[in-house]
């Protein structure tokens, strides 16, 4: 194949609707984002934003440090208000929900998390059954099942009985995963749940929620900076620059070299990955790339 020719890649599985290549998804969505302007003390990070998660769809936002990723991420979640625009979840403003039917629906990984002191893995990990949890449903076995398979699904089984604070930090995120696992929520976010992780969790954990995805059928989003990560593993792709969404799709359609360049600055070349046939950037040799700048 020449650098010329463009790879044809073959179609990842994604919710029946499909999206329009060269916009906003425009099939079934639980979680939207409509018209909002996101902002911290008084910086605007993205303003008239809107976006769409796909139902059934394992969704991953990219783009660049400080693009407006996480800060989309953290509107989602009901963790950032909009100064304008709404969030809505199967209709309803997500701002006037109960938190309990909530965090029911909706789970969020957090991109950092703070433990109390002195608790157990098992502990934290039992904090995501709290929202099934009320005065006529307590602790059961059921409970005890899921907070089992959930520690088990991510490795942390075997450190079931260590303070949290006392785990180096890959060990701290799986088990966060676990924590957000256990609270069995259809839709889960996820902001860069690969951070602290070598790179054989990082498949792991990646493997993990493409399961979670194909075969329990929940929606993920997820924020990853490992663009061919993202490429391999989202059937839906957000690329997002300087708070706006350049493009969506499916990896296949969106993951272009010129794609590349225009949002994250880097000339590159884009094949085909040999194991998974989803799209691979190879970024230019320094000569070439220092090339392309000067032209």
């Keep these: 194949m020449t650098e010329q020719q463009t790879p044809e890649y073959p179609r990842q599985p994604h919710a029946p609707d499909s999206p329009r290549p060269d916009g906003a998804w425009e099939g079934a969505s639980r979680l939207t984002g409509k018209g909002l302007?996101?902002?911290?003390?008084r910086r605007t990070v993205?303003?008239?934003?809107s976006v769409a998660v796909p139902d059934n769809s394992f969704t991953v936002v990219v783009g660049p440090n400080a693009c407006g990723k996480s800060t989309l991420l953290r509107a989602l979640s009901r963790m950032l208000r909009p100064?304008?625009?709404?969030?809505?979840?199967?209709?309803?403003?997500?701002?006037?929900?109960p938190a309990k039917k909530l965090a029911r629906i909706l789970g969020l990984l957090p991109q950092s998390s703070v433990a109390p002191d002195g608790i157990t893995v098992a502990d934290?990990?039992?904090?995501?059954?709290?929202?099934?949890?009320?005065?006529?449903?307590?602790?059961?076995?059921?409970?005890?099942?899921?907070?089992r398979q959930s520690m088990e699904a991510t490795g942390v089984d075997d450190l079931e009985s260590r303070f949290v604070d006392e785990l180096s930090g890959?060990?701290?995120?799986?088990?966060w995963i676990a924590m957000a696992l256990a609270q069995q929520t259809p839709l889960l976010l996820l902001d860069e749940p690969t951070t602290y992780l070598d790179i054989a969790h990082q498949i792991e954990v990646l493997d993990l929620c493409a399961r979670l995805h194909e075969e329990e059928g929940r929606t993920l989003v997820a924020v990853l900076h490992d663009l061919n990560h993202a490429a391999r593993y989202a059937t839906h792709l957000i690329a997002m620059r300087e708070g706006e969404v350049v493009?969506?799709?499916?990896?296949g359609e969106v993951v272009t070299a010129g794609?590349?360049?225009?949002?994250f600055g880097m000339p590159c070349r884009v094949i085909e990955d040999p194991e998974s046939g989803t799209p691979l950037v190879v970024p230019a040799a320094r000569s070439?790339?220092?090339a392309a700048r000067s032209t």
């Design 83 to 97: 100064a304008a625009g709404s969030v809505l979840l199967d209709g309803a403003d997500i701002g006037a929900m």
């Design 170 to 175: 890959g060990q701290r995120q799986r088990v």
């Design 124 to 147: 934290l990990v039992a904090r995501g059954r709290y929202p099934h949890q009320s005065l006529l449903r307590q602790w059961s076995r059921e409970d005890e099942r899921v907070v």
């Design 247 to 251: 493009a969506e799709g499916a990896p």
């Design 259 to 263: 794609l590349v360049e225009e949002v």
């Design 288 to 290: 070439r790339a220092r």
């Design 37 to 41: 302007t996101l902002a911290y003390d």
């Design 46 to 49: 993205s303003e008239g934003l």
